[in-house]
């Protein structure tokens, strides 16, 4: 070799020693969260099932038990970390939730290992911020997957269990493709063998799956719905979208599409099951420069030359899909849906206020949170 | 509507990374290197600040897994290559089919199809078997260009072929298009075109006599039959196991299958091969390969962190459909030769929501394009396939009389491609 090229291997060299670096941080890098006072228990996911503990699978579960008797009900943020208003809706639960019936367990980082670092060859920040009174929030982006240092090597073609069907390998570290899991899988199974058996031991009663999706993607601002849960979908959406004047319309969970929340939660549990899909532009092949500001207020040229020519499949006008809408409306389904429960079960009702669609618009997402330098040390929680 | 200042300024990014190209190629340096610039000015214009550094380490990682692949697989058949298993083969081959031409090419092209249909990559066929194919083309009297030709065709259709196509399923990870019912759509028109190609490319071959063309292939001394075949064994079973037994046999993945599969053929050759002296030799030839695959994840982190991948997905899913069957056949090879497996994010998953939201069957449509996105892999910069063809086919003429060698297969691959997505709907039955 020449010394030329000596001098541009360590040139190369150098320069991902220096961005490792921010990697590493990012990491290591612990979201703070002040805890409403209804919570009673934090848990780990590791608690059902031994396996996962000192893994970066195992993850917290923060429980909200009611003064009276109900059913209860499992929130699952961050299944993919990239998908930003799942975990802030999540976050702003735990700050905020107020239980009176029933139990409500909230899980912000569902794919723990997917909040460690943001996805390769997306150009996105390591972090997202929301301004609040007290300063910005400061939230770790993560990948839609398990991190490879997490779980590799992946095999060349993922075989969902224990369906058999043959899925892209990219799938293998798609904790949405992993359900309903297996004890002696891959982390990803794992993760999703310990949810299904806190799903049955401590008998649930309705799963929330949150997620967002790509404004171009025939599937999003929807409610995906087994047809256990379809009743209950149907009844949610026509509510808010009378009371409460936005659309997010039922989508049926296709029966030969393995490995997702809802249809293998359902299939493999007592529990009724709903994936929410919040729209967002951030995600979007054809969105503009990764920004800050591209996942917060969801606005984007580009976007909007997509939907003039009638490309996409969720309305896009002045007001972008900014967090507020998206928080919002997951909040708001996410209470619809446990009404249209309670009604049909009265015995097990679960009841709980948290801010609604409007309220969060109106406010703004960062009047939902509060200064942890001014908060009591028992309320502190990191994630 | 195309007048926000957004798209102005993704406009002159794309200038300003395409400037840092060219200035790179005037002073005669490196494909890799000329990327590079690229990639470093724009995310400098785009104000990555020091973040750059943190940039280019994530994309760096983006392709590490086919870095790997690539580097031991290639030392499994360099292992073999060096204690003359592979002439031994051809040998075989030779003696067994040299008088049937349609058959001996029939077979060569199945023997081709079959690792790269089973893991996905068109590499594998080219290193696993490529060699020993050339060989048994170049016996026929086949021009060396002529032989790499075929080579790279076929492996560019094994990879696409079922039951794993990588471009394929790519895009259902990233549409949520489930990867069901592509064997048959994938299958029909790839027989036919890997027949078409080693027939059209292959019918002027001829082995006049067998005895003269195996005395152009040196006779391995002292090789048993199973220091050549124990080793292909164990590579067959660590990479169809885990699809026989996908719940109880332990993931492996296929770095780590062909390190054992190479250690294997080491163990079984440890007399005829020098393993450190082809261990270098291996990272030597491979150091290019993995440079570029490095350099490119760095560039497509950098096109979606400045918003110029998005604007390209933006054109080409804003295009008229008629503007479509003109453009895809030179934009999707292109993108590959440019991105590798990076063209997928930029335009496999934007092109099939198009498809979708205009009615258009998008498994008989993808399965269509995907036959197009290997051709890319003979194309600069990055030349991924091409090049590797050339090296294991012995072919040291110029890059261009090789690609031109591929004209008419190629054409005949794009044009079936782009009857597919034009008749989707029609060829819907191939769905069962
Ligand atoms: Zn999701």
Same mark, same amino acid.
């Given at each position: 070799?020449?010394?030329?090229?000596?001098?541009?291997?360590?040139?190369?060299?150098?320069?991902?020693?220096?961005?490792?670096?921010?990697?590493?941080?990012?990491?290591?890098?612990?979201?703070?969260?002040?805890?409403?006072?209804?919570?009673?228990?934090?848990?780990?996911?590791?608690?059902?099932?031994?396996?996962?503990?000192?893994?970066?699978?195992?993850?917290?579960?923060?429980?909200?038990?009611?003064?009276?008797?109900?059913?209860?009900?499992?929130?699952?943020?961050?299944?993919?970390?990239?998908?930003?208003?799942?975990?802030?809706?999540?976050?702003?639960?735990?700050?905020?939730?107020?239980?009176?019936?029933?139990?409500?367990?909230?899980?912000? $980082?569902?794919?723990?290992?997917?909040?460690?670092?943001?996805?390769?060859?997306?150009?996105?920040?390591?972090?997202?911020?929301?301004?609040?009174?007290?300063?910005?929030?400061?939230?770790?982006?993560?990948?839609?997957?398990?991190?490879?240092?997490?779980?590799?090597?992946?095999?060349?073609?993922?075989?969902?269990?224990?369906?058999?069907?043959?899925?892209?390998?990219?799938?293998?570290?798609?904790?949405?493709?992993?359900?309903?899991?297996?004890?002696?899988?891959?982390?990803?199974?794992?993760?999703?063998?310990?949810?299904?058996?806190?799903?049955?031991?401590?008998?649930?009663?309705?799963?929330?799956?949150? $997620?967002?999706?790509?404004?171009?993607?025939?599937?999003?601002?929807?409610?995906?719905?087994?047809?256990?849960?379809?009743?209950?979908?149907?009844?949610?959406?026509?509510?808010?979208?009378?009371?409460?004047?936005?659309?997010? $319309?039922?989508?049926?969970?296709?029966?030969?599409?393995?490995?997702?929340? $809802?249809?293998?939660?359902?299939?493999?549990?007592?529990?009724?099951?709903?994936?929410?899909?919040?729209?967002?532009?951030?995600?979007?092949?054809?969105?503009?420069?990764?920004?800050?500001?591209?996942?917060?207020?969801?606005?984007?040229?580009?976007?909007?030359?997509?939907?003039?020519?009638?490309?996409?499949?969720?309305?896009?006008?002045?007001?972008?899909?900014?967090?507020?809408?998206?928080?919002?409306?997951?909040?708001?389904?996410?209470?619809?849906?446990?009404?249209?429960?309670?009604?049909?079960?009265?015995?097990?009702?679960?009841?709980?206020?948290?801010?609604?669609?409007?309220?969060?618009?109106?406010?703004?997402?960062?009047?939902?949170?509060?200064?942890?330098?001014?908060?009591?040390?028992?309320?502190?929680?990191?994630? | 509507?195309?007048?926000?200042?957004?798209?102005?300024?993704?406009?002159?990014?794309?200038?300003?990374?395409?400037?840092?190209?060219?200035?790179?190629?005037?002073?005669?340096?490196?494909?890799?290197?000329?990327?590079?610039?690229?990639?470093?000015?724009?995310?400098?214009?785009?104000?990555?600040?020091?973040?750059?550094?943190?940039?280019?380490?994530?994309?760096?990682?983006?392709?590490?897994?086919?870095?790997?692949?690539?580097?031991?697989?290639?030392?499994?058949? !360099?292992?073999?290559?060096?204690?003359?298993?592979?002439?031994?083969?051809?040998?075989?081959?030779? %003696?067994?089919?040299? !008088?049937?031409?349609?058959?001996?090419?029939?077979?060569?092209?199945?023997?081709?199809?079959?690792?790269?249909?089973?893991?996905?990559?068109?590499?594998?066929?080219?290193?696993?078997?490529?060699?020993?194919?050339?060989?048994?083309?170049?016996?026929?009297?086949?021009?060396?260009? %002529?032989?790499?030709?075929?080579?790279?065709?076929?492996?560019?259709?094994?990879?696409?072929?079922?039951?794993? !196509?990588?471009?394929?399923?790519?895009?259902?990870?990233?549409?949520?298009?489930?990867?069901?019912?592509?064997?048959?759509?994938?299958?029909?028109?790839?027989?036919?075109?890997?027949?078409?190609?080693?027939?059209?490319?292959?019918?002027?071959?001829?082995?006049?006599?067998?005895?003269?063309?195996?005395?152009?292939?040196?006779?391995?001394? @002292?090789?048993?039959?199973?220091?050549?075949?124990?080793?292909?064994?164990?590579?067959?079973?660590?990479?169809?196991?885990?699809?026989?037994?996908?719940?109880?046999?332990?993931?492996? @993945?296929?770095?780590?299958?062909?390190?054992?599969?190479?250690?294997?053929?080491?163990?079984?050759?440890?007399?005829?091969?020098?393993?450190?002296?082809?261990?270098?030799?291996?990272?030597?030839?491979?150091?290019?390969?993995?440079?570029?695959?490095?350099?490119?994840?760095?560039?497509?982190?950098?096109?979606?962190? !400045?918003?110029?991948?998005?604007?390209?997905?933006?054109?080409?899913?804003?295009?008229?459909?008629?503007?479509?069957?003109?453009?895809?056949?030179?934009?999707?090879?292109?993108?590959?030769?440019?991105?590798?497996?990076?063209?997928?994010?930029?335009?496999?998953?934007?092109?099939?929501?198009?498809?979708?939201?205009?009615?258009?069957?998008?498994?008989?449509?993808?399965?269509?394009?995907?036959?197009?996105?290997?051709?890319?892999?003979?194309?600069?910069?990055?030349?991924?396939?091409? %090049?590797?063809?050339?090296?294991?086919?012995?072919?040291?003429?110029?890059?261009?009389?090789?690609?031109?060698?591929?004209?008419?297969?190629?054409?005949?691959?794009?044009?079936?491609?782009?009857?597919?997505?034009?008749?989707?709907?029609?060829?819907?039955?191939?769905? @069962?």
């Amino acid at each position: 070799m020449k010394w030329s090229k000596w001098i541009i291997l360590a040139i190369l060299l150098l320069f991902l020693l220096a961005g490792g670096i921010p990697l590493f941080i990012q990491r290591n890098y612990k979201e703070t969260l002040v805890m409403a006072d209804g919570v009673t228990r934090v848990l780990r996911l590791s608690d059902f099932f031994e396996p996962l503990k000192g893994t970066m699978g195992d993850t917290n579960i923060y429980e909200f038990q009611g003064k009276d008797p109900g059913g209860k009900v499992l929130i699952l943020a961050g299944t993919h970390e990239s998908e930003v208003s799942a975990m802030v809706t999540a976050f702003m639960f735990v700050e905020n939730l107020q239980v009176q019936a029933g139990t409500v367990y909230v899980v912000p $980082h569902y794919n723990y290992s997917g909040s460690l670092g943001s996805q390769p060859g997306g150009g996105f920040p390591l972090y997202y911020t929301i301004p609040t009174p007290w300063g910005e929030k400061k939230f770790r982006l993560g990948d839609r997957g398990l991190q490879a240092l997490d779980q590799w090597p992946d095999p060349d073609v993922y075989v969902h269990y224990p369906d058999g069907q043959l899925l892209s390998y990219i799938d293998a570290r798609n904790t949405n493709r992993t359900w309903p899991g297996k004890p002696n899988g891959t982390l990803g199974e794992k993760v999703a063998y310990a949810a299904m058996e806190m799903i049955r031991n401590e008998k649930i009663d309705i799963v929330i799956d949150l $997620h967002e999706a790509e404004a171009m993607f025939p599937v999003t601002n929807c409610i995906v719905a087994p047809e256990k849960s379809k009743s209950y979908a149907i009844g949610a959406a026509l509510y808010v979208k009378g009371r409460e004047k936005f659309e997010s $319309h039922v989508e049926p969970s296709p029966s030969n599409f393995r490995g997702l929340s $809802h249809r293998e939660v359902g299939d493999f549990s007592d529990a009724l099951v709903f994936l929410l899909e919040a729209p967002c532009v951030h995600l979007d092949q054809i969105s503009g420069p990764k920004t800050n500001d591209l996942m917060i207020v969801g606005k984007d040229p580009f976007i909007n030359v997509a939907a003039e020519k009638g490309l996409l499949f969720v309305p896009i006008d002045d007001r972008g899909w900014t967090i507020e809408r998206r928080v919002g409306q997951q909040s708001s389904v996410i209470q619809e849906i446990v009404n249209q429960f309670n009604k049909k079960n009265p015995a097990r009702a679960i009841l709980f206020t948290a801010p609604k669609h409007a309220e969060v618009v109106e406010k703004r997402m960062g009047a939902f949170f509060k200064d942890p330098d001014k908060a009591p040390k028992s309320r502190i929680a990191y994630e | 509507m195309f007048n926000d200042p957004q798209f102005f300024q993704t406009i002159g990014y794309t200038l300003a990374m395409a400037g840092g190209y060219i200035v790179g190629k005037i002073f005669k340096l490196s494909t890799e290197i000329c990327l590079f610039i690229a990639a470093l000015v724009g995310a400098l214009v785009a104000g990555s600040g020091l973040d750059v550094f943190r940039h280019f380490a994530e994309g760096s990682v983006t392709y590490f897994d086919i870095g790997l692949i690539f580097i031991f697989a290639t030392l499994f058949m !360099n292992i073999l290559k060096e204690s003359g298993a592979m002439d031994l083969i051809v040998r075989w081959i030779i %003696r067994a089919f040299g !008088n049937k031409k349609v058959f001996f090419l029939i077979l060569l092209m199945i023997v081709m199809l079959i690792p790269g249909a089973l893991t996905g990559a068109g590499s594998i066929s080219v290193l696993v078997v490529g060699g020993t194919v050339s060989a048994a083309l170049s016996a026929m009297g086949l021009k060396k260009e %002529r032989v790499a030709a075929i080579v790279f065709i076929v492996a560019g259709l094994s990879a696409a072929a079922p039951p794993i !196509n990588v471009w394929a399923m790519m895009t259902c990870a990233g549409t949520a298009v489930p990867y069901v019912g592509f064997t048959m759509p994938l299958l029909v028109p790839i027989l036919i075109l890997g027949l078409f190609t080693v027939l059209f490319l292959g019918w002027k071959g001829k082995i006049s006599n067998i005895e003269e063309a195996l005395k152009t292939i040196p006779e391995p001394k @002292g090789l048993s039959v199973w220091s050549v075949a124990i080793p292909f064994i164990v590579l067959v079973a660590l990479l169809s196991l885990p699809r026989i037994f996908p719940f109880d046999f332990p993931l492996l @993945g296929l770095p780590l299958s062909f390190a054992l599969s190479a250690l294997v053929a080491w163990i079984m050759n440890y007399k005829r091969v020098k393993v450190f002296r082809v261990m270098a030799d291996t990272v030597a030839q491979l150091t290019p390969l993995i440079a570029t695959t490095t350099v490119v994840g760095m560039f497509v982190q950098v096109m979606s962190f !400045n918003g110029t991948k998005g604007l390209f997905s933006l054109w080409i899913v804003t295009a008229p459909m008629a503007l479509l069957y003109i453009i895809l056949p030179f934009v999707i090879p292109i993108s590959e030769g440019l991105l590798t497996y990076g063209g997928v994010a930029v335009l496999g998953i934007p092109l099939i929501w198009m498809f979708n939201a205009r009615g258009i069957n998008t498994v008989i449509a993808l399965s269509g394009l995907t036959l197009l996105w290997p051709l890319g892999d003979g194309l600069p910069p990055t030349k991924l396939i091409g %090049r590797l063809t050339v090296d294991t086919v012995g072919y040291t003429g110029s890059y261009g009389k090789f690609l031109k060698e591929c004209i008419v297969p190629w054409i005949a691959i794009t044009v079936v491609g782009i009857l597919m997505v034009a008749f989707s709907n029609q060829l819907s039955f191939l769905m @069962g």
